[in-house]
């Protein structure tokens, strides 16, 4: 069969194509695409390499937090283990440096006295003496055990027997003995120990002679009431009572009038007569006081509000009832 032309043209156009590729190339193409190829290899290589490597980096990392994690989980542990052994063995701690102070200062009962290791500043020594003076065992220890022990403890902590709660009857004598008249501050569901603590200070400088309080539904006298009291907690007559109503009428018996702070009293409290045997009762800051509590007062007073917000912290209330007896008494 006769080859056409088009073939013809096609066959000659591949034959001229492989004697092109065919041909040797010169010298300096061949070395240039040799040194192109060998770079290229380079750069692979180099991206590979980085990309293992930031692999190996990002499994590094990520054993590295795990094993961060496990480590402060472990100090967790075992903070909570030395808080256990601690409370195990005593009851409870008093931190900061004037709590501590007013813990030497009124005579009552310390096992032991931790203050951080290293020099000392400030009121510090004066604890230091004074533990010293009445025989109390120091012990000098580093700072992660005092973290371990409290918050905000300022390098001492002292381990102390379980608060001494007392009986009404010892608060009345209290008063008796100083040829006054009773002043009691009774607190119906206080459960927040910062509250408590205010309180108890407000109390201890207006010369309330006693706290009442009950044991279900309110914060107990723990190391937070006593460093935010600033030491107050040792001067402070408190009872612990199993049923509030129970206690309002026993002192109604004992000459007291028994009154209450309610938002919705028609009474304000500086028109209310405060003088005499008197017992007021300082409700939760949410609640306040419980529905047969009210019921048992003598008396209901408010504090006016003027604003928007219709409710003040237990410890302002407080502060601000105990102050207007005080000035009515004086």
Request: charged fraction near 35%; include cysteine.
């Amino acid at each position: 069969m006769r080859e056409s032309y088009r073939d013809k043209r096609n066959r000659q156009a591949r034959i001229a194509r492989e004697k092109e590729e065919n041909k040797p190339k010169p010298r300096f193409v061949e070395r240039r695409e040799g040194e192109r190829r060998k770079e290229d290899r380079r750069m692979s290589e180099r991206r590979f390499g980085e990309r293992r490597t930031n692999q190996r980096d990002g499994v590094d990392r990520r054993v590295s937090e795990r094993r961060s994690d496990e480590r402060r989980g472990e100090d967790r542990r075992n903070k909570q283990i030395y808080i256990d052994n601690i409370n195990q063995e005593y009851e409870d701690i008093v931190a900061g440096r004037n709590s501590v102070i007013e813990l030497l200062k009124s005579g009552k009962d310390i096992n032991k006295i931790f203050v951080e290791r290293g020099e000392k500043h400030g009121s510090i020594n004066e604890i230091v003496a004074r533990a010293r003076e009445d025989k109390v065992v120091l012990v000098e220890v580093d700072r992660e055990k005092l973290d371990a022990m409290a918050e905000n403890h300022q390098g001492v902590v002292a381990i102390v027997p379980p608060f001494d709660y007392c009986e009404i009857e010892d608060i009345l004598a209290v008063a008796k003995e100083k040829e006054e008249d009773p002043f009691i501050l009774i607190l119906d569901g206080i459960e927040d120990p910062h509250n408590l603590g205010s309180i108890i200070r407000t109390a201890e400088t207006a010369g309330v002679h006693g706290i009442i309080i009950p044991k279900r539904r309110n914060a107990l006298v723990n190391s937070t009431v006593v460093k935010v009291s600033a030491g107050a907690t040792a001067y402070v007559k408190i009872a612990r009572v199993n049923n509030i109503n129970e206690t309002i009428k026993k002192l109604k018996d004992s000459g007291l009038w028994v009154i209450g702070t309610d938002g919705a009293a028609k009474t304000e409290y500086y028109n209310q007569d405060l003088k005499g045997p008197l017992a007021i009762i300082i409700g939760s800051e949410g609640f306040g006081m419980s529905k047969l509590v009210k019921e048992n007062a003598d008396i209901l007073i408010k504090i006016p509000m003027k604003g928007e917000i219709t409710s003040l912290n237990a410890s302002v209330s407080a502060g601000i009832v105990i102050y207007e007896a005080v000035k009515q008494r004086m």
